[in-house]
């Protein structure tokens, strides 16, 4: 839940300590009771417990809920002669029970000591990739779709004398069949242009995945067959399954290298794109992104940049 925190100080010259508490209650009244921090220099020792003012504030905290959570000395100032030693620097909150600490720390804000509280609460991971929806245009898909308009009996509208009927009749079926037949997908989208892919690694990635999926089916076959072979690696299934995997293994790093190839393509051509522009801040922007790339790719024909190609 939120935790909402007010950063405050009061002045004893220029706010009364009733206008001040008619304020505080005013505002927690506003929060209905929701999670609250109340932080800053109040000007009323906490060690003074006989003062007033103490038990005014006292009191209002009491009837909000609120506890004091600062016990340490948070100003020591000199008067003629005379050395005091306050706390008057407070974390006022009706949520303690979510405070993993609270303290004053030895460093100093002027003739303060600077005040600390960590507070456990969990915040959402921000994701690696933006999810977008799209149409799942597959080519299993289209090849259902295909036939079953094929099959499909258009009679009713065929038959039907008026041409709008007949019209929104077909729009209305067509739209449902579309929506049957492709529905929606989430898929990840790399969020800079380095990702982009070229349309060979994307044949390659496919490629990639049909070869796994029949690795898949061999191993299966070896697991499912009896009496067991123990993976003997001489009988024709154990040998097929070995074959299938080193299919997908060349296959797989391929891919991987073709990845890394494209990625410096487009390092290169962004850099030859904002080069030409003068766009110094985009460079730099590019080599950041483009440094978590690594350099130790084996790889003669990837793509390079001169000076004077820039």
């Given at each position: 839940s939120n935790i909402f925190v007010c950063g405050f100080y009061r002045s004893n010259k220029f706010c009364d300590i009733d206008k001040f508490l008619d304020y505080m209650s005013e505002c927690m009244s506003k929060l209905n009771n929701k999670k609250v921090i109340w932080i800053g220099d109040i000007n009323i020792d906490q060690n003074n417990i006989n003062n007033l003012a103490y038990r005014k504030l006292d009191l209002v905290m009491k009837s909000h809920n609120l506890v004091q959570t600062i016990q340490g000395i948070t100003r020591i100032a000199k008067r003629g002669e005379k050395i005091t030693s306050t706390t008057i620097d407070v974390v006022m909150t009706n949520c303690y029970s979510d405070f993993s600490s609270c303290a004053v720390l030895d460093e100093r804000i002027g003739d303060h000591q600077a005040i600390k509280c960590e507070i456990e609460f969990k915040v959402k991971k921000a994701p690696k990739y933006e999810k977008i929806r799209i149409r799942n245009h597959c080519t299993k898909n289209v090849d259902r779709f295909r036939n079953f308009l094929n099959n499909h009996d258009f009679s009713p509208v065929l038959t039907c004398n008026e041409v709008e009927s007949a019209a929104n009749s077909?729009?209305?079926?067509?739209?449902?069949?579309?929506?049957?037949?492709?529905?929606?997908?989430?898929?990840?989208?790399?969020?800079?242009?380095?990702?982009?892919?070229?349309?060979?690694?994307?044949?390659?990635?496919?490629?990639?995945?049909?070869?796994?999926?029949?690795?898949?089916?061999?191993?299966?076959?070896?697991?499912?067959?009896?009496?067991?072979?123990?993976?003997?690696?001489?009988?024709?299934?154990?040998?097929?399954?070995?074959?299938?995997?080193?299919?997908?293994?060349?296959?797989?790093?391929?891919?991987?290298?073709?990845?890394?190839?494209?990625?410096?393509?487009?390092?290169?051509?962004?850099?030859?794109?904002?080069?030409?522009?003068?766009?110094?801040?985009?460079?730099?922007?590019?080599?950041?992104?483009?440094?978590?790339?690594?350099?130790?790719?084996?790889?003669?024909?990837?793509?390079?940049?001169?000076?004077?190609?820039?």
């Open positions: 077909l729009n209305d079926d067509l739209n449902k069949y579309y929506n049957d037949f492709f529905p929606y997908k989430d898929i990840r989208k790399h969020p800079d242009f380095i990702h982009n892919p070229s349309k060979e690694l994307l044949k390659a990635i496919k490629l990639k995945n049909k070869l796994y999926k029949k690795f898949k089916r061999k191993l299966d076959k070896v697991q499912q067959y009896t009496p067991n072979c123990n993976t003997c690696n001489c009988c024709i299934r154990c040998t097929n399954r070995n074959k299938a995997w080193d299919e997908y293994k060349v296959q797989r790093n391929l891919v991987t290298k073709l990845s890394k190839q494209s990625k410096r393509h487009n390092v290169v051509e962004d850099l030859k794109e904002k080069s030409s522009k003068n766009d110094l801040k985009g460079i730099w922007k590019t080599i950041k992104l483009a440094s978590n790339i690594s350099n130790n790719t084996q790889d003669n024909n990837k793509c390079t940049v001169t000076a004077e190609d820039m």
